[in-house]
């Protein structure tokens, strides 16, 4: 049983295939000028290596992020479903960070960067196997980010800040992990419980304020 992953972050476009749950490939190309067009050239180089129609499922991220990006994403996932008449399935930005390391924390501030150095960010707890969003998401600058987390610790002690890239006035008094993420993560978090049928994108609306 073969998988197909696509994830785009603000830097980054990449493809995963995997067989049942074994990485088998992983392809990634940097974004240029904010556009993904990339993502038609890496898919091409994975349809030369593997028929379509033996994959049985389709990953893709639901958001937040840029509504085009997203919008785009989740057409290309539902056509390369439609043609292989694969399940289609979606998780949140937001899993594939908390599946890319060992978390000891109970609850973790997880962020990953957008465009203009602003981060999208949310409060989740644990509860039982799986994280779970305690609050909603947060859309702001770095400042904005660190005032967030240090309020948020003064009611949870045992706070974690999970981040795709290194928030750069951080202190020592931030416990933090810095995890980069691509479309394996994706998998890996469909894999883990975290995927969802529904294919709504989601964005946040201050990201066009």
């Not at 603000?10 to 490939?25: G, R």
């Amino acid at each position: 049983m073969l998988s197909l992953s696509l994830f785009s972050s603000s830097q980054t476009i990449s493809l995963a295939v995997y067989n049942k749950k074994k990485l088998i490939k992983l392809k990634k190309k940097k974004i240029s000028n904010n556009k993904i067009e990339g993502i038609f050239k890496i898919l091409k180089d994975c349809l030369n290596d593997f028929d379509i129609n033996k994959f049985s499922q389709i990953y893709f991220s639901s958001g937040p992020g840029s509504f085009t990006a997203l919008r785009s994403i989740k057409a290309i996932s539902q056509a390369l479903a439609l043609s292989s008449n694969a399940k289609l399935l979606s998780t949140s930005s937001f899993s594939l960070l908390l599946v890319s390391t060992q978390i000891r924390e109970k609850n973790v501030v997880v962020c990953f960067k957008s465009t203009n150095n602003n981060f999208f960010y949310q409060l989740f707890e644990r509860i039982g196997k799986k994280f779970k969003p305690k609050f909603p998401v947060n859309y702001g600058d770095e400042n904005q980010l660190i005032d967030y987390y240090f309020k948020k610790k003064e009611d949870y002690n045992n706070l974690l800040l999970l981040s795709s890239q290194k928030i750069k006035n951080q202190n020592n008094k931030v416990d933090s992990i810095v995890r980069e993420v691509d479309a394996s993560h994706l998998g890996l978090s469909i894999f883990l419980g975290y995927g969802s049928v529904k294919t709504k994108i989601f964005y946040h609306n201050t990201y066009y304020g």
